[in-house]
């Protein structure tokens, strides 16, 4: 089953208004998640106040030759308020700039990766594969945890996390 991506980022305004962080929470590798709702996979990124979102990538590296999609911002357009998005969708305002990758299948291992901008750019990226995404259950959220591995958190967790990383 191919996974494709609606334009409606149903479940997702299920508030990654990333609030509060807890004291005993470790934090994320780098923040970057996915999770899903029927078959539309979202992917979440914490706003840090030190940048802006700029650059959004997918990427198959199982195939011969790469494919991915990926779409940008200008940086400094100020358009950083970006925390939720369907994948495969670019935000508004922002330009998709390579559509070899339209859609996930079965067995390749995909990369997501962000990159923020500012003083402080840093690059987040989780390894991933449709065996992953379809284990998720409504309010998990898959992410990367220390070591680079692979974890599954509540939406409330990976939100608790995700602004330790900023």
Not at 109 to 127: C, N
Not at 144 to 162: D, I, M, P, W
């Amino acid at each position: 089953m191919a996974w494709h991506v609606g334009r409606t980022c149903t479940a997702l305004a299920l508030g990654l208004a990333l609030g509060t962080a807890t004291a005993c929470s470790p934090p994320l590798g780098r923040a970057v998640g996915l999770t899903r709702d029927g078959d539309v996979l979202t992917v979440l990124t914490p706003l840090c106040e030190r940048g802006e979102l700029g650059l959004i990538s997918v990427s198959e590296y199982d195939s011969e030759e790469p494919h991915q999609w990926r779409a940008h911002q200008p940086w400094g357009s100020g358009l950083g308020g970006v925390r939720s998005f369907p994948l495969f969708t670019a935000p508004p305002g922002w330009t998709v700039d390579s559509t070899t990758l339209t859609a996930l299948r079965p067995g390749p291992l995909y990369f997501l990766t962000v990159t923020h901008s500012g003083s402080d750019a840093k690059e987040s990226r989780l390894g991933f594969t449709v065996a992953d995404v379809e284990r998720l259950q409504p309010g998990e959220v898959l992410a990367k945890g220390h070591g680079g591995k692979t974890v599954v958190l509540s939406v409330k967790e990976f939100r608790a996390k995700a602004l330790d990383d900023c």
